[in-house]
């Protein structure tokens, strides 16, 4: 009962948030230099077709009722059509979104992979040289721009050493941009290197509050082998935390897609969001925002559903 | 008895040591401080004593190798890199150390009032953080940046707009912890007003949270408006930060121009980890919470 209550404030909170960045995203729309019908008919377009144009759009109407108009469109899966691809954004996204997708989560499966050993190595290792190196270079990594580490990589390993090509797959489907795994290495390794810093702190973090908690001492006191209160409840035990991290983690994510996408030139909605930016397509922009901030807020939400129902201990976690 | 063996024996009460002292115990985050103080003496005194044009371009000295004449070489249009450096590092650190106060100030006063206020106030001004959050601070800057295009000043407002949230979380929590206090209980029993409470006695004692905030929040302010002038949206030429120096960067790796790309890259992370390191040993020294 008291999961259920905590789930039904939760998810209620979590729609008013996703309201609010709604009103943010439409004053954002209206705030824009000539509005969008300028956007649509161009800078030849006469102050009559504009008038017209308004008039049919409703946009002469009171903002409240525009307002209202542009939620009914958004539940309605219509996010607008884009200045410069003529093309409804929301088709825009359904093509590039699941490139993005695809870059990203390998870029996770992989970093993951790594940090994981890594945080709980260091954990049983605290303080010892090892610990100390790995920790530098988590902090080091943690203030280094993912633009930083990719131009570099470009300029190790296709310029110096001519392992891989400097662009990303071009393909227009996520099976063809699978078919040139090459080329897919540095985009999916510049993301997963900031993943490793990041994460392989948290995994260390929570190995070592598990390594302090009274069940350890228990296990140990009953006979049980290291490695395997180690691997048997450790390590279950600080995944939780890790893996619920993942969802406050979305806008790192989509960041660092953005960053990646615009370094490898990979045609996902990153780089579509780039290029709205160099050309002021703000329909396609202000799409984009929405798609990701209601990701951002139902990843934290997840994060907290996930933290709450594997950990009983964990209470009250509102605001 | 001398002071030192009355100490030994616990018969003069052990006071925790004064910050400056605890800070200095902290090795990483004295070194932080120095590597901070010289930027700074780098990038605004620097430029005395090297004295480079950055504003005319100067054709007949592109792309060169570094060299006793140009230690870290030229750029695409013939700009000195060391002195490029400076040039840009005064935007980055201006810019960042302006953005990051601009940004633990309203996020201050926002937590606070949240905090104190209690009740539905606080949770609609909270649920306004929550959507703050929900938006990627890199995204929000990029559309206004293509909106209008941002000055040095502007760039600041702006990246002081999007980043409040965090110290606003931080501060509230704080609030809540002191409001109830009996200080705080006389002050209101006595009649005085709810901004006296707020201004005499909320923040006065809340001020480790908030200068540990500030720190971090300037590491976090300069890596982004890296981030937004790497993207080409930041400060616009002729002026320059260290994001900025490197949107070329890719042109510039591929005919293995390293000069250009790994100094200013060098530089933004020297200077966040620097500044991370002064929070870190800040919020030791203070022993208050902020980022794990």
Redesign the interface.
């Known amino acids: 009962m008291d999961t259920l209550l905590y789930l039904t404030r939760r998810i209620a ?1 979590a729609l ?3 309201l ?2 709604t009103v ?1 995203v439409f004053g ?1 729309l209206h ?3 000539g509005g969008p019908a300028r956007g649509i008919l161009g800078q030849q377009a006469t102050p009559q077709q504009i008038t017209l144009f308004n008039h049919d759009q409703g946009l002469d109407r009171p903002l409240p009722v525009q307002y209202l108009y542009y939620l009914r469109q958004l539940l309605h899966g219509d996010l607008g059509t884009s200045y410069t691809l003529n093309e409804a954004v929301s088709q825009l996204i359904e093509q590039r979104l699941p490139k993005t997708l695809v870059l990203t989560v390998l870029s996770a499966i992989i970093g993951l992979s790594l940090a994981i050993p890594l945080g709980m190595w260091q954990a049983v290792r605290r303080n010892k040289p090892a610990d100390y190196v790995i920790t530098t270079l988590s ?2 990594a ?4 993912v ?2 580490l990719g ?2 990589l ?2 190790v390993f ?3 050493l001519r392992w891989f090509p ?1 662009q990303a797959p071009q393909g227009d489907t996520v099976g063809q941009v699978f078919a040139d795994p090459v080329a897919l290495v540095l985009p999916v390794v510049t993301g997963a290197a900031s993943m490793v810093a990041a994460f392989s702190r948290y995994m260390r ?1 929570a190995t070592l509050e598990n390594l302090s908690e009274d069940y350890v001492r228990t296990a140990r006191a009953g006979g049980s082998r290291q490695r395997a209160i180690l691997f048997k409840h450790v390590f279950r035990n600080s995944l939780t935390p890790v893996i619920a991290m993942l969802g406050y983690y979305v ?2 994510l ?2 660092g897609a ?2 990646v996408e ?2 490898f030139n990979y045609p996902g909605m990153g780089l579509l ?2 290029s ?3 050309s ?1 397509d ?1 329909p396609v ?2 799409g ?2 929405l798609v ?3 990701a ?2 139902v990843g ?1 939400l997840l994060a907290d559903i996930v933290q709450r129902v594997v950990d009983p201990r964990v209470k009250g976690g509102l ?1 | 008895m001398s002071v030192q063996s009355a100490r030994r024996w616990g018969l003069v009460a052990q006071f925790p040591a004064p910050l400056k002292a605890r800070f200095a115990r902290n090795k990483l985050a004295v070194a932080g401080l120095v590597v901070v103080a010289l930027f700074f003496l780098f990038c605004f005194l620097g430029p005395v004593l090297y004295s480079t044009d950055q504003v005319h371009t100067d054709l007949t000295q592109v792309n060169l190798h570094p060299s006793g004449s140009h230690w870290l070489g030229t750029d695409a249009v013939g700009h000195d890199e060391v002195g490029r450096l400076m040039y840009g590092g005064k935007v980055s650190l201006l810019v960042g150390l302006a953005a990051g106060v601009l940004a633990t100030v309203i996020g201050t006063l926002w937590g606070a009032v949240a905090g104190y206020a209690g009740g539905w106030i606080d949770a609609v001004m ?3 953080v ?2 703050g ?4 601070a ?3 800057l ?2 206004v ?3 209008t295009t941002p000055g040095v000043t502007g760039l600041i407002v702006i990246l002081g707009l999007v980043s409040w949230l965090v110290p606003s979380r931080l501060v509230r929590a704080e609030t809540l912890t002191l409001k109830s206090r009996d200080y705080v209980l006389t002050l209101r029993a006595i009649g005085g007003s709810h901004s006296r409470a707020i201004t005499r006695h909320i923040l006065p004692n809340s001020v480790s949270t908030i200068v540990v905030a500030a720190t971090f929040q300037v ?1 976090d302010a300069i ?1 982004l408006v ?2 937004v002038s ?4 930041g400060v616009q030429p002729p002026s320059t930060d260290w ?1 900025g120096m ?1 949107s070329a ?2 042109t ?3 005919s ?1 121009r ?1 000069w250009l ?2 100094p200013p ?1 060098l530089a ?2 020297l200077v ?2 620097a500044f ?2 002064v929070g870190d040993g800040l919020r030791d020294a203070f022993d208050v919470k902020g980022r ?1």
Request: neutral net charge.
């Open positions: 909170q008013v948030v996703i609010i960045v943010v954002l705030a824009l230099p902090f080091v943690y203030s280094t721009p633009y930083f131009l570099v470009v300029l296709t310029q110096v400097s973090a806008p790192v989509f960041g953005l960053v615009q370094l969001f780039w709205a930016a160099q002021s703000y922009l202000l984009c925002v990701i901030s209601v951002t807020v934290s605001v | 909270m649920r306004v929550d959507a959050i929900a938006i990627p890199l995204f929000i990029l559309v940046s293509a909106i590491a890596l890296a981030y790497y993207l080409g949206l994001g490197l960067g890719l510039a790796a591929y293995g390293w790309i790994v890259g933004i992370i966040v980890c991370n390191a794990g």
